[in-house]
């Protein structure tokens, strides 16, 4: 797509209008796996490139070399396709898309551009060699620490001259090249934050953007690239927001066009913190892993700072791109709320058909008899009869076992104490299970739907002056081993009238037993 087709809307602020052509990026470094911050980073951009027509293009930022990996690339990739997010330009793309006017979209395969760009801000004097070692550098920072003062590089190395220069590379020193800031004040008007003004003096002094062994860093290739790639707007968190004075004032000195830029609150966690490791969970991974659904992790991302200025919250990804402005995202850190997350994981379950809900609960099947927590694989057709108990008990995919495990394996793990609901003792619950079975055991074979099962149990909690609900509660714990269960009718008759009968029986045993050894209540 291409600015000027689909939803582009010249009236709102943040669209293209007559503007370039919109052109957004992901860009994340293969150091770990897709962590939800950049999850919904690459949402937003994506939303917004839906929205305004333009371009969504991923780029690796790979040139750490210690600690970028194949597999965090792969699960980078990987999670990305899962929530939808599909990328117009960019790796793993066929021929042109990958290859083509703007690529490579690695930066590994993007060195030569680098040098050569770097070589020219040498030759323009905007940049220069810098001979300090590490040790010395370091010596500099504890100096001002000392005195409390904020790290800056001294620009010892800022006017060599030839004679130096020989002198240090006599010695064996290799240089890093640093990108000169020149004095004043950066000023930029981001669309979430609104204008924002920071002096060149809190840079911390002339900046490295080629380290000594010629490994081109961060800022740099970052610019190099949003301006090769003709960005037209930087969407990214606000942990970066102290980085765009630098990567304006490279902008500018290679001569190139500033994007605009839009700083996403920070995603925080509960306790109000920069959401982390090890207060939060942070990889996408593992909430595929306990059984979020695309659909649910996309709506709920979307709302991480975003609102559609109205009450609508449950959104489909082309609705939301339909909705989607920069207008309407919060400066205000967005708390992550893992209750809002699962509630809205579980309006999106209940969402699926029954067919695509047996699909995707699949692989939750296979780990629970993987983890022999079930005896068999029930077949599809099985399992769609059981789809409209358990469709909407199902927060996650992940807690299917808990829901069905009861059906699928012979022995359930009875504990005595739970067969006796609250108000009972254990001779009321004894005698209840021993009236249950009696009241069971005379609906015939032929017979046993829920109806015929509910109305003569409820009848026999009138007759003997018991709650329906402990009753049931005692029931329903004999023939599945928990207090909470799709409908005990329907759970019933799933599992068929021999096994009821049967885990009737075993639990009257047990409970008989226990009664025996700890003596009567
Ligand atoms: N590689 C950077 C990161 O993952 C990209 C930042 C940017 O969008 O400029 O944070």
Same mark, same amino acid.
């Given at each position: 797509?291409?600015?000027?087709?689909?939803?582009?809307?010249?009236?709102?602020?943040?669209?293209?209008?007559?503007?370039?052509?919109?052109?957004?990026?992901?860009?994340?470094?293969?150091?770990?796996?897709?962590?939800?911050?950049?999850?919904?980073?690459?949402?937003?951009?994506?939303?917004?490139?839906?929205?305004?027509?333009?371009?969504?293009?991923?780029?690796?930022?790979?040139?750490?070399?210690?600690?970028?990996?194949?597999? #965090?690339?792969?699960?980078?990739?990987?999670?990305?396709?899962?929530?939808?997010?599909?990328?117009?330009e960019g790796p793993g793309l066929p021929?042109?898309?990958?290859?083509?006017?703007?690529?490579?979209?690695?930066?590994?395969?993007?060195?030569?551009?680098?040098?050569?760009?770097?070589?020219?801000?040498?030759?323009?004097?905007?940049?220069?060699?810098?001979?300090?070692?590490?040790?010395?550098?370091?010596?500099?920072?504890?100096?001002?620490?000392?005195?409390?003062?904020?790290?800056?590089?001294?620009?010892?190395?800022?006017?060599?001259?030839?004679?130096?220069?020989?002198?240090?590379?006599?010695?064996?020193?290799?240089?890093?090249?640093?990108?000169?800031?020149?004095?004043?004040?950066?000023?930029?008007?981001?669309?979430?934050?609104?204008?924002?003004?920071?002096?060149?003096?809190?840079?911390?002094?002339?900046?490295?953007?080629?380290?000594?062994?010629?490994?081109?860093?961060?800022?740099?290739?970052?610019?190099?690239?949003?301006?090769?790639?003709?960005?037209?707007?930087?969407?990214?968190?606000?942990?970066?927001?102290?980085?765009?004075?630098?990567?304006?004032?490279?902008?500018?000195?290679?001569?190139?066009?500033?994007?605009?830029?839009?700083?996403?609150?920070?995603?925080?966690?509960?306790?109000?913190?920069?959401?982390?490791?090890?207060?939060?969970?942070?990889?996408?991974?593992?909430?595929?892993?306990?059984?979020?659904?695309?659909?649910?992790?996309?709506?709920?991302?979307?709302?991480?700072?975003?609102?559609?200025?109205?009450?609508?919250?449950?959104?489909g990804i082309d609705e939301i791109a339909?909705?989607?402005?920069?207008?309407?995202?919060?400066?205000?850190?967005?708390?992550?709320?893992?209750?809002?997350?699962?509630?809205?994981?579980?309006?999106?379950?209940?969402?699926?058909?029954?067919?695509?809900?047996?699909?995707?609960?699949?692989?939750?099947?296979?780990?629970?008899?993987?983890?022999?927590?079930?005896?068999?694989?029930?077949?599809?057709?099985?399992?769609?009869?059981?789809?409209?108990?358990?469709?909407?008990?199902?927060?996650?995919?992940?807690?299917?076992?808990?829901?069905?495990?009861?059906?699928?394996?012979?022995?359930?793990?009875?504990?005595?104490?739970?067969l006796v609901p609250k108000r009972w003792?254990?001779?009321?619950?004894?005698?209840?299970?021993? #009236?249950?079975?009696?009241?069971?055991?005379?609906?015939?074979?032929?017979?046993?739907?829920?109806?015929?099962?509910?109305?003569?149990?409820?009848?026999?909690?009138?007759?003997?002056?018991?709650?329906?609900?402990?009753?049931?509660?005692?029931?329903?714990?004999?023939?599945?081993?928990?207090?909470?269960?799709?409908?005990?009718?329907?759970?019933?008759?799933?599992?068929?009238?021999?096994?009821?009968?049967?885990?009737?029986?075993?639990?009257?045993?047990?409970?008989?037993?226990?009664?025996?050894?700890?003596?009567?209540?």
């Amino acid at each position: 797509m291409r600015a000027g087709s689909g939803l582009a809307n010249p009236g709102v602020a943040d669209s293209p209008g007559d503007g370039p052509a919109v052109r957004v990026r992901i860009a994340p470094s293969p150091t770990g796996p897709l962590h939800i911050g950049t999850a919904r980073t690459a949402l937003f951009n994506y939303l917004f490139a839906r929205r305004t027509g333009g371009t969504f293009i991923l780029r690796l930022e790979d040139t750490d070399l210690e600690r970028s990996t194949p597999a #965090y690339e792969k699960d980078i990739l990987e999670g990305l396709r899962w929530l939808g997010l599909g990328w117009d330009e960019g790796p793993g793309l066929p021929g042109e898309l990958d290859r083509g006017p703007y690529g490579p979209y690695r930066q590994m395969e993007r060195l030569a551009r680098y040098a050569s760009i770097s070589a020219g801000l040498l030759a323009d004097d905007k940049a220069y060699y810098c001979y300090c070692t590490a040790a010395e550098l370091d010596a500099e920072r504890k100096r001002l620490e000392a005195a409390r003062l904020a790290p800056r590089y001294s620009g010892r190395c800022a006017h060599l001259s030839a004679a130096e220069r020989a002198a240090f590379e006599a010695e064996g020193r290799r240089p890093a090249i640093r990108f000169r800031i020149e004095p004043g004040s950066v000023v930029f008007d981001d669309l979430v934050r609104g204008r924002v003004q920071i002096d060149a003096s809190a840079l911390g002094g002339d900046l490295v953007i080629v380290r000594a062994g010629g490994t081109p860093l961060y800022h740099f290739c970052v610019v190099v690239d949003d301006a090769a790639m003709k960005i037209s707007h930087v969407i990214r968190g606000e942990d970066h927001l102290s980085n765009t004075p630098k990567h304006i004032l490279l902008f500018r000195a290679l001569g190139e066009a500033e994007p605009r830029f839009a700083h996403l609150p920070l995603i925080l966690n509960p306790d109000r913190t920069k959401m982390s490791k090890r207060k939060s969970q942070t990889a996408v991974d593992d909430y595929i892993g306990e059984g979020f659904i695309r659909e649910g992790m996309v709506n709920y991302l979307a709302l991480l700072g975003w609102s559609t200025g109205s009450e609508e919250e449950i959104l489909g990804i082309d609705e939301i791109a339909a909705r989607f402005s920069l207008e309407h995202i919060q400066k205000g850190g967005a708390v992550f709320d893992r209750e809002r997350l699962e509630w809205l994981n579980g309006q999106w379950i209940r969402r699926l058909s029954p067919t695509e809900l047996v699909d995707r609960l699949r692989p939750f099947l296979q780990e629970e008899a993987d983890g022999a927590r079930i005896d068999r694989l029930p077949a599809d057709s099985e399992l769609e009869l059981l789809m409209p108990l358990v469709q909407e008990r199902l927060p996650v995919l992940g807690a299917i076992g808990d829901l069905v495990d009861f059906l699928f394996s012979e022995h359930i793990d009875l504990d005595p104490a739970q067969l006796v609901p609250k108000r009972w003792d254990r001779a009321t619950a004894l005698d209840g299970l021993g #009236y249950a079975r009696v009241t069971i055991g005379e609906v015939a074979q032929a017979d046993f739907e829920p109806d015929q099962l509910e109305a003569p149990l409820r009848a026999l909690a009138e007759a003997r002056g018991w709650k329906a609900g402990d009753l049931f509660m005692t029931i329903r714990v004999a023939v599945t081993g928990r207090t909470a269960t799709p409908p005990l009718f329907q759970t019933l008759v799933a599992l068929g009238r021999e096994r009821v009968l049967g885990r009737l029986d075993s639990a009257i045993v047990l409970l008989a037993a226990g009664a025996r050894e700890g003596g009567q209540e």
